[in-house]
């Protein structure tokens, strides 16, 4: 079945690192590929997506490329700030687009 | 726009207790809908969906219910709470045949 891995965390950096949060997925077809952000107490937010490979989404100083020679949508950002402390979901679309599968999310926390 | 509620925000239930959460969508026709739950520290789980009025798929056997009595209102129950049934719930809605999927703020549900 279909299957999304993202790196486990917690992740710890200080203000201004550049941050790189690792997803590579397993899926019938070619995906849609999503990353969502969490926020305490909160639902998730939609950050960025991509629909076909070498798409690169963007929001808020956020990246991620859909490559898919090496089935991997990883997150980055040159230069994180505090208010990135966040929990974020990594996430592939089924073959019918019914269905998102989700990584299990990667805790960020920022440091000033 | 689109914009999709859930209530309550909380709620702290006994263990034996019936529960019902709703999710109304407003601004969209025919979306389909989503039931996900989140353990304390956890990723997603998928509980149901349902991509039209009546029809709900079922991802996780359990103690819980959805019902999708009109187009944009969709209802988890459960006749009998268990204590395993803490968690934060999450309603999602997205468009037919189209992802992503955008998100409630969700219920943080507490059984004493």
């Known amino acids: 079945g279909d299957s999304v891995t993202q790196m486990e965390g917690p992740v710890t950096l200080s203000e201004e690192a550049f941050l790189t949060i690792n997803c590579t997925y397993t899926?019938?077809?070619?995906?849609?590929l999503f990353w969502y952000v969490q926020y305490p107490g909160e639902g998730l937010q939609l950050l960025l997506k991509?629909?076909?490979?070498?798409d690169k989404g963007s929001n808020k100083g956020f990246e991620a490329t859909y490559r898919k020679e090496t089935t991997s949508f990883h997150l980055e950002k040159g230069s994180v700030q505090v208010s990135d402390s966040a929990v974020y979901f990594c996430?592939?679309?089924?073959?019918?687009?019914?269905?998102?599968?989700f990584g299990t999310g990667t805790r960020l926390t920022i440091i000033p | 726009s689109q914009t999709i509620h859930q209530w309550p925000a909380t709620l702290v239930q006994p263990v034996g207790s019936p529960l019902s959460l709703e999710c109304t969508v407003e601004?969209?026709?025919?979306?389909?809908l989503y039931w996900y739950r989140q353990a304390a520290g956890r990723g997603l789980q998928l509980l149901f969906y349902?991509?039209?009025?009546?029809?709900i798929s079922s991802e996780v056997p359990q103690n819980l219910s959805a019902s999708r009595p009109q187009d944009r209102q969709f209802i988890l129950s459960s006749k009998k709470l268990l204590l395993s049934d803490s968690g934060f719930y999450l309603c999602?809605?997205?468009?037919?045949?189209?992802?992503?999927?955008?998100f409630g703020d969700g219920t943080r549900l507490s059984i004493l």
């Open positions: 999602a809605w997205s468009r037919i045949g189209d992802q992503p999927q955008h």
């Open positions: 899926a019938t077809g070619y995906p849609s």
């Open positions: 991509a629909t076909k490979a070498d």
């Open positions: 996430a592939a679309s089924n073959f019918g687009n019914e269905k998102l599968t």
């Open positions: 601004g969209t026709s025919n979306p389909n």
């Open positions: 349902s991509v039209g009025i009546g029809q």
